[in-house]
């Protein structure tokens, strides 16, 4: 029985060596490399015509590119609400601050730091372009900024762009502006300053 089992051992083993192949090292084409398997002589083949990969079908031009028929677009491709505004908030704070600062001005940390001006979104230029231009550059990058498309979800770009709107219109705002029935806010007393303390009654010893 013994001699059985031993026999069985010596057999898998001599099984397995003789199929072992390395399989890091396994037969097959590179990229671009040469093959006589084609007519045109390439190992890689091209998708066939109209072939869009799973997650990447960009039926809505204005979402995905910020234009329509090659014009930026201004109105947004969805509608905005207080929840993505302070989603655009986080993401523009992530993003866009070390460079543009949190105002927007331009004035981020590396440009401190002694590195390239960025622009201020509260130039007269910016403030008059459209939402699909940010769109655009936050997706392709502009001058020496990169792009964002690998880094930034689609939806969130757009919610960056309208926190920059909320920016734009934070630093150039007038009263007609402000809701008629939130002005007199605006002449309220502000409040008492937080350095003032409250005198505490003696300790007892």
């Not at 072939?51 to 204005?62: I, K, Y």
Request: aromatic letters at 8%.
């Amino acid at each position: 029985m013994r001699n059985k089992h031993l026999l069985a051992l010596v057999a898998a083993t001599t099984i397995v060596a003789g199929c072992r192949q390395d399989m890091h090292d396994t037969p097959r084409y590179e990229a671009f490399e040469a093959s006589q398997s084609f007519p045109d002589g390439r190992a890689s083949r091209s998708a066939p015509v109209g072939t869009v990969a799973r997650g990447w079908l960009r039926d809505d031009e204005a979402l995905y590119t910020g234009k329509i028929n090659g014009e930026f677009i201004e109105e947004f491709p969805f509608a905005i609400g207080a929840a993505d505004l302070a989603r655009g908030q986080q993401r523009f704070n992530i993003y866009c601050t070390p460079c543009h600062g949190r105002l927007g001005d331009g004035n981020g940390m590396v440009v401190q730091r002694g590195l390239r001006q960025a622009a201020s979104y509260h130039q007269d230029r910016l403030r008059q372009e459209e939402a699909g231009y940010f769109y655009d550059v936050i997706t392709n990058g502009f001058g020496a900024m990169q792009g964002y498309a690998e880094q930034i979800p689609v939806r969130d770009r757009w919610l960056i762009v309208a926190y920059v709107r909320t920016l734009q219109l934070s630093q150039h705002a007038s009263l007609a502006d402000v809701p008629a029935d939130r002005r007199g806010a605006l002449d309220a007393k502000p409040a008492a300053s937080q350095g003032t303390t409250t005198a505490r009654p003696a300790e007892k010893h």
